[in-house]
């Protein structure tokens, strides 16, 4: 649906999210899960189609389980996680000599780990996994290095970019407490230069074990061999009691907040949130479909009546961030020339406000339904995001919800959509950021 | 000390054929079936690249407005009756092909099927909906040009073919404010014809399915004459570039013009860029982003086109890198006709790419966009596993021999645009 998530393939690794509005496609898909004596949690579906293996491990811990002077340190991991352990000096080398590709990425509740490989040589992915599960060993000049990468990384996807601080700006407003108030780069390149090696340790300590970890198989082995090579590659991995963080939570909002800054770039932009449900719960949904009614598709509200009927914009969108935690819904804006702030915020929310005074009809609701049901079977088709759809869900705790979704979407009424929407976009929850050209 | 676990080299890679059948239009269509298939694709190609059109922003804005109403229906009928059955409708565009993609749940193909071929048929261009697309695509190809990474892949596209050759230019924005209707509708009538056109289908083993496509594609006009594209030769310069005060990146695109897929040392050259800068853990990702920390990512490739082909290093630095990162670029490229590559380097990369056709391949989608590139660059599917057995033999003599002829770092062409 229309949310807004974390991965793409076939790109450099260290991929954050942000920006990247792909489709998150949950499958009616089969499996079978297993968890091992020291907790590791396995999740298999059976592809006969397929001649490659698609294997994920997912790890829980992201940029939410940061400390405020030491941002950015789950995704600089995450690139750590490739330098190298004792037993296996490069990660990639033995895995592209069977065949093998992988990448990662980390965003606000996890870091995944992902490898595509041909089905025959899963154990080869399995073992490497299991490796620099326990093993890892960074050196200070490794750890120099990786930072000057990621430094480079901050400059590619978010300094030398137009736009580019819009979503720290915007998280800095809607967030006062929980840790979603800084983006998964970091707060400042400062907090990535400084970075120490007992940090390091710490945080593999804490947050690389079997119990905070999700391993996820997608590929023509049945689910019992799967359990069993999991069992032989990572069952001798000691539990380490593994306790969750406390994350401290956001506090309601009571009253609008609002930032306008200027900045060099060709068109004025604009992004409204508003706070929203967690994950499990019913409000994401009702989120999720509102944001649909206003921009899922090219038939959907926002383009059809602002940038085609009243040509008031060049783009429009309206998503859902997708955390774990609550999230927020936005809605945003790219304005064209002759428009002024007054008036596409006044466009904007009549929109919002005509959602919650007048119900969505139901061919609209129909049409949101069978655009969900037919992304889920295009998703399907892909093994890598069935396993990684498998390791997400069991993550949240309720693997079954990947296939009750389909099912949930189909008992939202009309009448419940007009609520959330006159619950959600309330004024004095807003959070609106003008982002405004030269 | 674990062991590490036994590997298994997949040998081949079992590539299936498309059933073809010519329809009376003389359009060829290629069937790839797969029983069971709960997605139908579809997909048109057109000689109807950025090189067809007489005036800028004119073959993107064709096919982009196809679905934006035709004599039936509005843009938003339109827009109702593919977003309601989950239908989409997508397209790409480089400087040779136009390339049309339809696609829906097998389940509601009846539904659809009519909705792509009011579409593909009969786009209506009116000026209205011309105005609101150019407005808004002008707007994006501003925030585009913004981008360092954007300038230096149009001036590199410029300085690897001429100023003005079709396969170089690139025109400002503002162009988008002269589009009219009939630059449309003329083009359209030109260039989507069944004489510049074939089709590539995917689907369940239903044959009515199969038949309803081949009636739809049996409708694509013929002109009753083919033109064929005439590309003058390419004039490259060695060196551009260009200041940008506020960036922090520079960004840098570097290669050199050389040729396409056609060319019996296309393959053989795919393999050199690869053992340079086509994979994580390459030269050049390890010396420029593990070794220096210069950049986040570099890659090269060769890049096919229909009547050229070039080789292209692309990557993003910090600007007080840029000149270093440059003659690091150069020396990795030097290196590779000097030094013979060993032989766990060439069987890495040997791995790695049969591991790259693998994925490709595996799924129906993939296979789709393989019979596509294969079908214009006028081969079959067979020419995977001929590319294959290329790939298994290579010698490292003949890598460096191929270096040596094409990959004189002193002729690469250097683009870079930042501070």
């Known amino acids: 649906m229309n949310n807004i998530f974390t991965y793409i393939l076939k790109t450099p690794r260290g991929l954050l999210p942000l920006w990247l509005f792909v489709e998150f496609t949950t499958t009616m898909i089969t499996y079978d899960s297993h968890t091992l004596s020291n907790g590791l949690r396995v999740v298999a579906n059976h592809d006969s189609d397929s001649a490659m293996a698609a294997v994920n491990l997912l790890y829980a811990v992201g940029a939410r389980n940061e400390l405020s002077d030491c941002t950015g340190f789950a995704h600089l991991f995450e690139h750590l996680m490739f330098r190298g352990t004792r037993a296996v000096p490069d990660f990639d080398a033995p895995l592209q000599l069977a065949c093998g590709e992988n990448n990662a990425f980390t965003n606000n509740d996890y870091t995944d780990y992902y490898i595509t490989l041909p089905k025959d040589n899963i154990e080869t992915a399995l073992w490497l996994e299991s490796d620099r599960m326990r093993g890892l060993e960074i050196s200070d000049e490794v750890l120099e290095g990786e930072k000057r990468v990621v430094l480079e990384e901050y400059n590619q996807r978010y300094l030398n970019q137009p736009y580019g601080d819009m979503w720290k700006l915007l998280r800095g407003m809607c967030y006062t407490t929980h840790p979603y108030r800084w983006p998964t780069i970091g707060l400042t390149p400062d907090h990535i230069r400084d970075a120490s090696m007992a940090t390091v340790r710490r945080f593999y300590d804490r947050y690389y074990s079997p119990e905070n970890c999700i391993l996820s198989v997608s590929s023509g082995h049945d689910p019992e061999h799967i359990f069993a090579l999991a069992e032989k590659w990572f069952g001798h991995i000691p539990a380490s009691g593994f306790t969750r963080d406390t994350i401290p939570a956001e506090p309601t909002q009571t009253s609008a907040r609002r930032l306008e800054v200027v900045r060099d770039v060709p068109a004025t932009a604009i992004m409204i949130a508003f706070p929203m449900g967690d994950r499990l719960s019913r409000s994401y949904y009702l989120c999720d479909m509102l944001t649909d009614v206003l921009a899922g598709g090219t038939s959907a509200r926002l383009y059809q009546r602002l940038v085609k009927g009243r040509r008031l914009m060049g783009a429009t969108n309206a998503y859902i961030t997708g955390d774990v935690d609550p999230g927020l819904l936005v809605v945003t804006a790219n304005l064209l020339p002759e428009t002024s702030v007054a008036e596409a915020e006044q466009a904007l929310w009549e929109e919002l406000r005509e959602l919650a005074e007048s119900a969505p009809s139901d061919y609209e609701l129909t049409k949101i339904k069978n655009k969900f049901e037919a992304e889920m079977t295009y998703g399907e088709m892909n093994i890598m995001n069935k396993a990684m759809n498998l390791g997400y869900y069991s993550m949240l705790g309720d693997l079954p919800l990947i296939n009750r979704e389909a099912e949930l979407f189909r008992s939202i009424t009309r009448e419940e959509i007009a609520a959330a929407a006159a619950d959600i976009f309330r004024p004095e929850r807003s959070s609106t950021l003008i982002y405004a050209k030269q | ?419």
Do not use: W
């Open chain 2, 1 to 419: 000390m674990i062991q590490p676990p036994a590997i298994t080299i997949p040998q081949t890679i079992r590539v299936a054929q498309p059933t073809e059948q010519r329809l009376a239009n003389g359009v060829r269509l290629l069937a790839l079936t797969n029983p069971g298939q709960n997605v139908v694709r579809l997909s048109f190609v057109f000689e109807a690249g950025t090189t067809t059109q007489h005036k800028p922003f004119v073959a993107s804005s064709a096919q982009n407005l196809l679905n934006e109403g035709s004599s039936r229906h509005s843009a938003i009928e339109i827009a109702e009756a593919l977003d309601y059955y989950g239908s989409y409708f997508e397209v790409s565009l480089d400087r040779d092909y136009s390339v049309i993609t339809f696609c829906c749940l097998a389940r509601f193909f009846d539904e659809s099927i009519g909705t792509f071929e009011e579409i593909l048929l009969d786009p209506l261009y009116a000026p209205d909906e011309i105005s609101i697309y150019a407005s808004k695509r002008k707007q994006s190809l501003e925030i585009e040009r913004r981008k360092t990474a954007t300038k230096a892949r149009e001036r590199f596209a410029r300085a690897l073919f001429g100023e003005g050759h079709p396969y170089g230019v690139s025109y400002h924005e503002s162009h988008y404010d002269n589009l009219t209707h009939n630059d449309l509708e003329e083009f359209y009538r030109r260039r989507y014809t069944a004489e510049n056109c074939f089709v590539v289908c995917s689907l369940d083993d239903d044959p009515k399915r199969l038949a309803r496509i081949a009636r739809f594609a049996e409708q694509v006009p013929s002109a009753g004459h083919h033109t064929p594209v005439e590309i003058p030769a390419p004039t490259s310069t060695l060196y551009d570039s260009e200041q940008v005060e506020q960036a922090v990146q520079s960004s840098i695109r570097m290669g050199k013009l050389l040729f396409g897929r056609q060319h019996p040392d296309f393959v053989g050259m795919q393999v050199v860029t690869y053992i340079l800068g086509g994979y994580f853990g390459s030269r050049l990702i390890d010396n420029l982003r593990e070794r220096n920390g210069f950049t986040y990512s570099v890659f090269a490739s060769m890049i096919n086109m229909r009547h050229a082909g070039y080789m292209a290093i692309a990557t993003d630095v910090g600007c007080e890198f840029a000149e270093r990162a440059v003659e690091e670029i150069r020396a990795e490229v030097g290196r590779l006709s000097k030094e013979l590559v060993s032989a766990d380097e060439l069987e890495t990369v040997r791995r790695i790419m049969f591991g790259e056709f693998m994925r490709i391949l595996d799924g129906p989608m993939g296979l789709v966009d393989v019979t596509i590139e294969a079908t214009q660059n006028g081969t079959d599917n067979h020419y995977i596993a001929r590319s294959l057995d290329e790939i298994r033999t290579i010698t490292p003599e003949r890598i460096r021999d191929l270096a040596e002829r094409y990959l004189n770092p002193e002729t690469l062409t250097t683009v870079v645009v930042g501070k």
